[in-house]
């Protein structure tokens, strides 16, 4: 086990590439399957609502933002840190979606079209930030750097909507939105297992961990539209 670095990243080769980190092209194709199937289940729940169609489209987005990043891990011999772009500005974006479901039944009305705008906004200024940290930013040196953007957007999003929003409506609407703030709390040791880099196993490391985790706040996310399909038209 290492705790503070990273172990070196593990080569391997797939049709002719050289290729790294096997372990998270692994995870994040499996965050995309998982998260397909899902959006596949909402969408059979046949709720043509603005809440479901946000929902359906973060899993699709958050899908493929995971793929993108486990390619731009495996391909970074190739593509370098420019790889990873795509995965950060998708992840800004799929934020975005679940801010505008949450949103989308807030009980007030001239309200809940205020907020939205104000998610909205939000995503342009972090979208815009970004950009500006990639331009003006040396991230070859510690390409983590770049994630901070994203992750403070999670941050600031995700615990006003499943933190404070999911608790609220818990109480108005249906009480299994209470599984959307759980979500939230297992979000928590994502932070922390990055932060403090603790990696168990070369195929194990940090990413891997926070891939377990991601997993089960998806299924918490399905648990609860699920489970409030009857109550939210």
């Known amino acids: 086990m290492l705790i503070g670095k990273d172990f070196d990243k593990v080569e391997f080769q797939l049709f002719g590439f050289d290729l790294v980190e096997p372990n998270a092209l692994f995870g994040d194709t499996i965050i995309l399957l998982v998260s397909l ?16 169609n946000y929902w359906i489209a973060f899993f699709v987005v958050f899908g493929f933002g995971f793929f993108m990043g486990g390619l731009g891990h495996s391909f970074f011999n190739y593509w370098g840190v420019p790889g990873k772009y795509a995965s950060w500005y998708i992840g800004i974006i799929a934020v975005t979606m679940i801010e505008l479901a949450m949103l989308s039944i807030y009980p007030n009305e001239k309200q809940r079209t205020i907020l939205s705008k104000i998610a909205i906004i939000k995503a342009f200024v972090f979208l815009l930030i970004q950009t500006y940290v990639l331009v003006n930013v040396d991230l070859s040196i510690d390409p983590q750097k770049g994630l901070l953007v994203p992750t403070l957007s ?57 891939h377990i985790l991601l997993i089960t706040t998806l299924i918490l996310y399905y648990i609860a539209l699920k489970k409030v399909k009857t109550t939210i038209a």
Request: aromatic letters at 18%; proline letters at 5%; charged letters at 15%.
């Open 37 to 52: 199937f899902i959006a596949f289940k909402i969408k059979q729940f046949n709720k043509k609502t603005p809440f479901y």
């Open 154 to 210: 999670s941050v600031i999003g995700l615990g006003i909507v499943l933190g404070f929003l999911s608790y609220r409506y818990q109480k108005i609407y249906n009480p299994s939105f209470r599984y959307l703030w759980i979500s939230a709390l297992v979000l928590i040791p994502t932070a922390l297992v990055q932060a403090l880099k603790i990696n168990i196993l070369p195929l194990f490391d940090r990413n891997d961990i926070s």
